[in-house]
Structure formats: structure tokens, C-alpha cells
T-cell receptor, first 114, second 117 residues
Framework: GAVVSQHPSRVICKSGTSVKIECRSL??????MFWYRQFPKQSLMLMAT?????????EQGVEKDKFLINHASLTLSTLTVTSAHPEDSSFYIC??????????FGPGTRLTVT | GENVEQHPSTLSVQEGDSAVIKCTYSDSASNYFPWYKQELGKRPQLIIDIRSNVGEKKDQRIAVTLNKTAKHFSLHITETQPEDSAVYFCAARGSNAGGTSYGKLTFGQGTILTVHP
């Protein structure tokens, strides 16, 4: 149980275009999902917390107009990187929380902006 | 907000030895402390967790201890195997409603564990 999927696993896009990443909880309902960014050999940096049916809460320094998050249902959250630039290239990982505690991660999306 | 410090940053052991990774946290209201294992290019996997109402938890070869007074917790891996080689992250979850850390996991910097056969 507690499986989180993420799609796509890898994406290459051109500078200025937008990219959408999907995160799904496959066998449970997640009232809260999280989006992280991870640079090579570094820790996980929380970008935003997403609650079903409400606006996402962004961490300080994260541009909400650039990283659009939509938590449309209890099993799906999406992250859209708008007007992507090379500096947005990174590993993006979502996670979903079951109940009050356990948090499970998706496999991540490697974004490369050329 | 919460601050989590993790040590050491790298740890190298021989197969069969024990490995210990330590973390300290700053928010005394934090109430949940998970440990994740991340292999290269893969997702972090929850391997064990502990809540603030217990001091120790064990699952086969891994155990976690928590000292709330000192605000630190540790991961213990016994009888290490080469497949234990990975990056390990500790995390702490804030509990103060309305605080900046509420409900969010703050991660340590990670420990690269290498188990030599």
C-alpha cells in the first residue's frame, strides 16, 4: 500500500514553455500533498503544501505564479512550471500524506530546460 | 521555523558493522520523526519513524531513538549489508498550529552511507 506515482519521469522542454507534472496517490486518499525540489547531492527542499480543494501554501522564496499547484482531487495534484528557464532544471518530487503522519514519495520528475 | 542538523555527512563501514546517524532539531513542539532512504536517482523511501510519545522503535535491523529533552534522534543500523548503501535523510515535523513548521517535514542534509563488502 501507500503508493505514489508521478508522471512524467523525465521531461525536456525549451526555455519559455510550460511543463505539467502529475502526482497521484494510487491506493489511498491524500488530503495533503507536498512538492519538493532536489538538487544533485542535496536534501529535499519543500516548495509548497497542497490541500485538496484549497489553494496551495508556498514556502518563502518560491514563486507561486511560476510554480502553479492544483490539488483537484484526493488522489491528484499537479505542478506546472510556467515559462521555464534553464535554472528551473531540477529533480521535482511529490509526496502524499496518509492520515496524520506517514508521508510517501513519488519517483520524481527530472526536468531539463534547454 | 524548524531546523534539522544531520551528522555525519558521509559514513563508511564494513559489512556486518553497525552504523549510527544522528540528527538534532530545534522546534521543541515537533512530534514526528521519520527516516528515509534514497538510492541514486530514486524516490526517498520511508524506512522507520517515531512519534514523540515513545523513546525507541525497532524494526529488524534498524532502530530509531528519540531524546525529546535534548532534541535529538538517531538511526541505528545493525549488521549492515552492501544493499544498505544509500543516502539517508532524517526529518522532523512541526506540530504548532499556526507556526511556520506546522504539518511540514523539515529534512536534514543527508548522510551518504557506504557499506563495503
Amino acid at each position: 500500500g501507500a503508493v505514489v506515482s508521478q508522471h512524467p519521469s523525465r521531461v525536456i522542454c525549451k526555455s519559455g514553455t510550460s511543463v505539467k507534472i502529475e502526482c497521484r496517490s494510487l491506493d489511498f486518499q491524500a488530503t495533503t500533498m507536498f512538492w519538493y525540489r532536489q538538487f544533485p547531492k542535496q536534501s529535499l527542499m519543500l516548495m509548497a503544501t497542497s490541500n485538496e480543494g484549497s489553494k496551495a501554501t508556498y514556502e518563502q522564496g518560491v514563486e507561486k505564479d511560476k510554480f502553479l499547484i492544483n490539488h483537484a482531487s484526493l488522489t491528484l495534484s499537479t505542478l506546472t512550471v510556467t515559462s521555464a528557464h534553464p535554472e528551473d532544471s531540477s529533480f521535482y518530487i511529490c509526496s502524499a500524506r496518509t492520515g496524520l503522519y506517514e508521508q510517501y514519495f513519488g519517483p520524481g520528475t527530472r526536468l531539463t530546460v534547454t | 521555523g524548524e531546523n534539522v542538523e544531520q551528522h555525519p555527512s558521509t559514513l563508511s563501514v564494513q559489512e556486518g558493522d553497525s552504523a549510527v546517524i544522528k540528527c538534532t532539531y530545534s522546534d521543541s513542539a515537533s512530534n514526528y520523526f521519520p527516516w528515509y532512504k534514497q538510492e541514486l536517482g530514486k524516490r526517498p523511501q520511508l524506512i522507520i519513524d517515531i512519534r514523540s510519545n515513545v523513546g525507541e522503535k525497532k524494526d529488524q535491523r534498524i532502530a530509531v531513538t528519540l531524546n525529546k529533552t535534548a532534541k535529538h534522534f538517531s538511526l541505528h543500523i545493525t549488521e549492515t549489508q552492501p544493499e544498505d548503501s544509500a543516502v539517508y535523510f532524517c526529518a522532523a515535523r512541526g506540530s504548532n498550529a499556526g507556526g511556520t513548521s506546522y504539518g511540514k517535514l523539515t529534512f536534514g542534509q543527508g548522510t551518504i552511507l557506504t557499506v563495503h563488502p
